[in-house]
């Protein structure tokens, strides 16, 4: 299958219309709605394979990708991303430190156990526990203890009020008897409550994931959900077209976006996402921790070129973390403006200037250079960061573009193992998913190492304050400051897209990306 898979992505690559094959998967035909017969199959093209397939510990799109479909949460988001009964099938809030959460009865895990408070105080113990390193700590730390009512009544008490939390409660609850038994078997086995069944991984490959035929809320149309690794955009659009897969999702090439919107075979949607780009500066490297060096780099930055060159107005110009789909959003956040005249003096400021007429500004004898980095999936960030090379280049900074696996490269952040990263992040449904893990000086998503005691202050009382409109006040603060000292340059909204054949019908697509609705998915023969 892997020589397939290698042989597929060769050959789309210079024939994008090749008519390739994957496999041969069984045609187990259903009969559907006014005598329509549909496949037993959905296959789907991700652009990277997941990492962790536990709920606690993932954290990129295609590990939630399977989990969000695998497990359930106590709640789920809806499109409009408001919070609607899971597991807990209600929910009270008698003061502002208490949560008391009414689980559903009769609900089974995979293996055939029954899913209990037990189960959820385990989950959210195991998470606030920070030898487990979860990367989901931080958005959890308000709370203090987990207490089980009875086998269906569970009941979080925090420390402080939070705001975000209800919006974080999506995340899978995993059965404490396998997990206490094996603490790792979930990364690579996972077992749920959800609507499909996990059935293999081929890493690099495939993931293999079957009906629930025993779902609590009704068995997945479909017997069969694939999801197929497929690094290039490109390959992944051929193979669509060629009908080796039924669904593709962002991130995807503006060229292919273009050219499949005027295929009749096909359905294109897009629509604004949840989620932005950003240069990620470590300031912990001695070139990069130099305020006015960042300075200087965001004022060779042109978004709008970024934007209309490369992503051809699917992504747009950014300002601030506070992306325009949130209620948190300011168009009053200060940016820096593409100015070759302010960045060359913002370097002679830090103390370097071209002395020697090489075309490179130094100090004290030693070249300003600066490495950029992105992961090879995407090839509009590449772009992107050799567009920059060549900005940062002309503009006497000597630059190299560093590209890795995305396995490689998020290693790599998380070990602070670069000078200015280019990645993004998604899922931003509140202004705290935005800004809390990426600038709070406790957080272990904090890669670049950006410490600020007044912006921790108001990260807390983000989370503290309930009234929305105070709340939309401190994170424009927030925005406002780590704009200022570049923690991040935020270059680009990122637009949402999904592209399927026409065969493939009863599909609702979420902001947020969000695959769940596949249970209700068939594809036509």
Same mark, same amino acid.
């Given at each position: ?51 962790? +397939? ?60 029954? +899913? ?44 402080? *009020?939070?705001? *975000? ?45 079957? #009906? ?106 950014? =300002?601030? *973390?506070?992306?325009? #789909? ?122 670049? =190492?950006?410490?600020?005691? =007044? ?47 026409? =065969? ?22």
């Amino acid at each position: 299958m892997k020589d397939r898979i290698k042989l597929l992505f060769v050959i789309c690559v210079v024939a994008v219309l090749a008519a390739c094959s994957f496999s041969n998967p069984e045609e187990s035909i259903s009969s559907g709605d006014e005598g329509a017969s549909y496949k037993n199959e959905i296959k789907v093209g991700l652009d990277v394979d997941a990492t962790k +397939l536990d709920p606690r510990l993932a954290s990129d799109s295609s590990s939630k990708r399977v989990t969000e479909v695998v497990y359930n949460g106590l709640i789920r988001l809806n499109a409009n991303l408001e919070a609607m009964p899971d597991l807990a099938e209600s929910w009270e809030n008698p003061d502002e430190l208490t949560w008391i959460f009414n689980l559903r009865k009769d609900v089974k895990f995979h293996d055939g156990e029954e +899913l209990t408070a037990e189960d959820v105080k385990y989950t959210f113990d195991t998470i606030l526990d920070p030898a487990f390193q979860s990367n989901s700590l931080a958005l959890f730390s308000p709370i203090t203890s987990v207490e089980v009512i009875d086998d269906y009544k569970v009941q979080f008490n925090l420390s402080q *009020p939070y705001a *975000p939390l209800l919006s974080y409660l999506e995340i899978g609850i995993v059965p404490k008897h396998l997990a206490e038994a094996d603490s790792e078997s979930l990364t690579t086995k996972p077992v749920g409550t959800g609507p499909y069944k996990f059935e293999s991984w081929d890493k690099n490959n495939k993931i293999v994931l079957t #009906a629930n035929k025993e779902y609590w809320n009704g068995a997945p149309k479909t017997d069969k959900l694939v999801y197929f690794i497929i690094p290039d955009n490109s390959t992944r659009v051929a193979s669509l077209e060629s009908g080796d897969i039924d669904f593709i999702h962002s991130p995807l090439s503006a060229s292919d976006v273009e050219r499949m919107r005027g295929n009749k075979d096909f359905v294109t949607e897009e629509k604004e996402g949840v989620g932005y780009t950003y240069l990620n500066f470590n300031m912990k490297n001695d070139k990069t921790a130099d305020l006015k060096v960042r300075q200087a780099i965001s004022h060779l930055i042109d978004k709008e070129t970024i934007s209309k060159a490369i992503y051809r107005g699917m992504d747009k110009p950014a =300002k601030s *973390p506070l992306i325009p #789909a949130s209620w948190a959003y300011s168009d009053d956040v200060p940016d820096f403006e593409y100015s070759p005249e302010k960045a060359k003096e913002l370097l002679k400021e830090a103390g370097y200037e071209d002395t020697n007429g090489d075309g490179i500004v130094e100090k004290n004898g030693v070249d300003l250079e600066i490495e950029l980095s992105t992961h090879t999936e995407d090839p509009n960030r590449i772009q992107v960061v050799e567009y920059l090379q060549n900005e940062l280049s002309k503009n006497g900074i000597k630059t190299s573009v560093t590209t890795t696996e995305w396995s490689t490269f998020s290693n790599n952040m998380m070990e602070g193992k670069y000078q200015v990263a280019l990645l993004g992040w998604l899922n931003l449904f509140d202004p705290d998913r935005a800004t809390y893990n990426q600038f709070h000086s406790s957080s272990g998503n904090n890669y670049g =190492k950006y410490n600020n005691p =007044k912006v921790d202050a108001l990260l807390e009382e983000g989370r503290k304050t309930n009234d929305q409109a105070k709340r939309q006040e401190i994170y424009k603060e927030i925005a406002t400051i780590v704009n200022e000292e570049v923690a991040y340059n935020v270059l680009l909204y990122q637009g949402y897209v999904v592209i399927h054949s026409k =065969k493939l019908v009863g599909f609702e697509s979420s902001p947020n990306g969000s695959f769940f609705n596949m249970v209700n998915v068939q594809v036509e023969n």
